[in-house]
């Protein structure tokens, strides 16, 4: 059994020695980039998309004032302007799918997503590795087929629609080194279509989407029962897709993983790095892929096996979605960008922004990350792949109580083997590679290895 042991640790950093070393700092860049956020900016875009007075997605596409068209139109070109900074390193485009006759689009109808890509320099190892931030730019009045009705859409979702342009106005000036991906999606009140068809563009052509971030309803503090609440913002995520299922499902389950499956683990990152770089707004994990009765862009992507979330403010006003503009009894209806909170919007662009510009800029996840347990034995021993990236620090060596929501504890080694002294029955381990600059993977399970 010793001689097992001594083949699996190899040349492994043992766990007191790991503790005299330190990881990098906090990335100095991604502080400046949540500093630049600007609730001006997203102000001035909430109400310039509610000026088009309807984005329904079978509204007008012809006028150059009112309709989904203009708003189109709109986004495309401010995207154009953001790009106009990042030295022909972000290109927009449209992303145009025809969906057929359902409930709520009586007849074909072309829905069109907008999108700027932010590339990095083509030739570095992280080149491939996808980050998706998006919203919807589509609205809706109380009816679901009123193409004619106002319906301002400014929390739903001209607020995730402007966090998406703040972020992408900030970042075209920075360089990273995984691509960033900026989307407002289209059909979404309408059944998820633009969201649905990217999502199946992107696993028919087998694209690497690390995540996908997806802003929907986050400019709102004020309830309907008059409750305010303007210091965090929730954070939806499933733990099991569709996808997981068979002897899948049946490991995790065995492994004790039933909440670290990739959107959840997705989550989990955000929580962490939003916190680090805007203490002050804090983010809740809500173990749910969406609320009751709603739904969201994130759902495709989660469902194909891409990791997802959904951003959503925590105190919702009924009065103010879905709802045509007017007034009743004294109460005032409709989504107005007057009911929008811009400073709890541009918190949520600041979390948004800490964990897509580490992430953009962290190394790729760590491969073949394993977890001895063909013999027993006292300790736990790790060992993974040596990344490739010439910037990587190390990795950071996560673990926690099986109980614990979030991580609780690291070690922090320059090798691809360790050997820690606690128990691996009682703890969770997950691994992270480390930039010099202090950027940090997405977490890595182990899975159980027989050597």
């Known amino acids: 059994m010793r001689r097992s042991l001594v083949a699996f640790v190899g040349s492994a950093i043992l766990y007191s020695i790991c503790f005299s070393q330190q990881p990098p700092a906090k990335n100095a860049v991604v502080k400046k980039i949540v500093n630049e956020i600007s609730a001006k900016n997203i102000r ?41 900074s ?14 057929p006759p359902s409930p709520r689009v009586p007849s074909p109808t072309s829905v069109v997503d ?17 980050i998706v931030v998006s919203g919807h730019y589509d609205s809706r009045a109380s009816n679901a087929l009123d193409a004619t009705s106002d319906a301002p859409g400014a929390d739903d979702d001209g607020s995730g629609t402007a966090l998406v342009l703040e972020l992408a106005r900030v970042m075209s000036k920075y360089r990273f080194d995984a691509t960033i991906v900026f989307i407002a999606f289209a059909g979404e009140e309408q059944g998820l279509y633009g969201s649905t068809a990217w999502a199946e563009m992107a696993k028919q052509r087998g694209l690497d989407v690390e995540a996908v971030f997806n802003n929907d309803i986050v400019g709102n503090i004020l309830a309907g029962d008059g ?10 995520s499933e ?16 492994l004790g993983l039933e909440n670290d499956g990739g959107s959840r683990s997705l989550a989990r990152y955000i929580k962490e790095i939003g916190e680090q770089y805007n203490p002050k707004f804090k983010v809740q994990l809500v173990y749910r892929l969406d609320r009751f009765l709603r739904g969201g862009d994130h759902r495709p992507f989660h469902e194909r096996g891409f990791r997802a979330v959904r951003f959503s403010e925590v105190k919702e006003d009924y009065d103010h979605q879905h709802q045509n503009v007017r007034k009743e009894d004294g109460r005032e209806y409709g989504d107005l960008p007057k009911f929008v909170d811009y400073d709890y919007c541009a918190n949520v662009a ?14 790729a996840p760590p491969r073949n990350v394993q977890i001895a347990t063909a013999q027993l034995w006292y300790d736990t021993m790790l060992r993974w792949n040596k990344n490739t990236e010439p910037d990587l620090a190390g990795y950071l060596v996560r673990y926690r109580e099986s109980d614990s929501p979030v991580w609780g504890k690291s070690v922090f080694t320059t090798d691809t083997t360790i050997s820690l002294k606690i128990s ?28």
């Open 350 to 363: 600041r979390i948004n922004a800490a964990a897509v510009a580490t992430l953009a800029g962290a190394p």
């Open 44 to 84: 001035s875009s909430v109400e310039k998309l509610a000026s088009f007075g309807t984005r329904h997605t079978l509204s007008d596409t012809l006028s150059a004032t009112r309709g989904i068209g203009a708003a189109r139109r709109w986004i495309k070109s401010a995207f154009e302007q953001h790009a106009q």
């Open 424 to 451: 691996k029955d009682e703890f969770l381990f997950g691994l992270q590679a480390v930039d010099k600059e202090g950027n940090a993977s997405l977490v890595i399970l182990p899975m159980p290895s027989g050597r």
């Open 114 to 130: 907008v999108v700027a890509t932010l590339r990095p320099d083509p030739s570095g190892p992280s080149a491939n590795r996808i």
């Open 86 to 99: 990042s030295g022909g390193r972000m290109t927009v485009d449209c992303f145009e799918t025809v969906v």
């Open 239 to 254: 733990a099991f897709s569709p996808l997981d299922t068979g002897r899948v499902f049946r490991l995790r389950n065995s």
């Open 227 to 236: 409750t305010k609440e303007r210091g965090y913002v929730r954070v939806f």
